[in-house]
């Protein structure tokens, strides 16, 4: 039987990491950002976005580290639930990336015909969604290969999403500053309830920008020396990402006063136009367009290994289990994912589709993968992990207090994420209870 190839190497695995966490989200939540605070605060949304991914960026470690295999999410929960509930935890996680991940991906095919309007500013609503299907086409068929090609294609595209980032932060350095400060007129505007509120509604956007630093963990079955490569990648993904966002987002308020920042959709555009002018703000445009589809390229090839790492542990349909014939990938998974997301761009707005995609995460993922290290490390001790996070158990308490905070911030999307999680619940004792049927009815004799 067909099984995947370690090719990837840590230069390769960062690159996807950061080109997936990246794409059209900073660019296009930068001014709902502002606009949620309505204040110079708003950039400590972008500073617990960090804290999140630093503090979860642990427990991917310390997981895609003990378990480098393809699926990432899948095996843990496998693996840290036991035989029975692990069964139904990694299910559940399968079930909810069935849909996350189209979310996803139409998410960022959304963005970027958004972006497309500052090119094209007579784009109508249905040419939009043209080009939203149009873009889906071309990352599947350039996925539609080899994983040696795709790991050198990934490094190109993350030169020009850390080229893009960085002329957007010179041009802020260089160009003469607005006076701003993050900080609050006095401490006590930290233990306002207000405070709390909106930086809870304004994380879901940053938290969202994050997302991405564990893609890592989804190819562990095709990353080199997985043990060491995997946390390695991950840090110093949600580091150089968390620096790139800090900076760019004080660049732009340092020219454009974030009073008027938060009346801009197109914000870098504006941005470039204002500091280089406007054939500059096309080319940024062009970038930043180029910077979306990297990343949209990063959570595909990321996400077709989910629903193919489950099938083959007979905890999916088997057709996503196959492997193309000759390029040795998941092309059912793949195609499913495309196909699902191009349907979903048709029918949801951005910031529905934002909500939406960390409401169906945090319970069946972060937070259960938090709860997952703690079992882990009673049952199996700690000696064999090659990676150990640091201040254990800190990073799992906090880490699942904040994404329960964040989570109920999600509003009534909170309630349906959990809808889904709890349909997928029937559907697998539904499921299991046809298997044993199944079974019972194919070693019974005939009369």
């Not at 990648?233 to 308020?253: D, E, K, P, R, T």
């Not at 939406?356 to 259960?368: E, H, N, S």
Request: aromatic fraction near 14%; proline fraction near 4%.
């Amino acid at each position: 039987m067909q099984t995947l190839k370690r090719r990837l190497t840590l230069v390769q695995a960062t690159a996807i990491n950061m080109i997936d966490m990246v794409g059209i989200g900073p660019f296009i939540v930068l001014p709902l950002v502002i606009r949620d605070f309505n204040s110079s605060l708003f950039l400590w949304a972008w500073i617990l976005g960090a804290v999140i991914a630093l503090f979860d960026g642990m427990i991917w470690s310390e997981l895609g580290a003990a378990y480098p295999l393809a699926g990432g999410s899948y095996n843990f929960l496998r693996v840290a639930f036991g035989e029975k509930w692990g069964r139904l935890a990694s299910f559940l996680f399968v079930w909810q990336t069935s849909i996350q991940a189209p979310l996803v991906l139409a998410s960022g095919a959304i963005g970027f015909s958004t972006y497309v309007k500052y090119l094209v500013p007579l784009l109508g609503y249905w040419q939009q969604k043209c080009v939203s299907v149009l873009i889906i086409l071309v990352i599947a068929f350039l996925l539609y290969r080899k994983i040696e090609s795709i790991g050198k294609l990934a490094v190109f595209l993350w030169v020009a999403v850390l080229g893009t980032i960085g002329w957007i932060i010179v041009g802020g350095i260089l160009y003469h500053p607005v006076s701003y400060s993050f900080l609050p007129p006095t401490v006590d505007t930290f233990f306002t309830s207000a405070f709390w509120v909106v930086l809870g509604q304004a994380s879901v956007k940053t938290i969202y920008s994050y997302l991405g630093y564990y893609n890592v963990c989804h190819l562990g079955g095709e990353i080199l020396k997985p043990e060491k490569n995997i946390p390695k990648s991950i840090f110093i993904s949600i580091i150089g990402i968390a620096v790139l966002y800090l900076a760019m987002n004080l660049a732009v308020v340092h020219v454009i006063p974030w009073q008027e920042a938060q009346k801009h959709d197109f914000i870098v555009s504006v941005f470039m136009e204002e500091t280089f002018g406007s054939t500059a703000a096309t080319i940024a445009t062009v970038l930043v367009l180029c910077v979306a589809f990297s990343s949209l390229f990063a959570v595909l090839l990321g996400y077709s290994r989910v629903p193919y790492a489950a099938a083959l542990d007979g905890n999916f349909f088997k057709i996503f289990g196959r492997l193309h014939p000759t390029k040795a990938f998941p092309y059912v998974s793949l195609l499913f994912i495309s196909g699902l997301a191009i349907i979903l761009s048709f029918s949801l707005s951005l910031k529905q589709v934002i909500a939406a995609i960390l409401a169906m995460r945090i319970l069946v993922q972060f937070v259960a993968q938090a709860i997952g290290v703690v079992l882990l490390r009673k049952r199996n001790g700690t000696k064999a992990l090659p990676f150990k996070m640091w201040l254990y158990p800190l990073p799992v308490i906090l880490s699942i207090a904040i994404w329960l905070f964040v989570f109920y911030a999600t509003g009534w999307m909170a309630v349906w994420g959990t809808s889904v999680a709890a349909l997928g619940v029937v559907v697998y004792f539904i499921r299991e209870g046809l298997n044993k049927k199944s079974k019972i009815q194919s070693h019974t004799p005939d009369p």
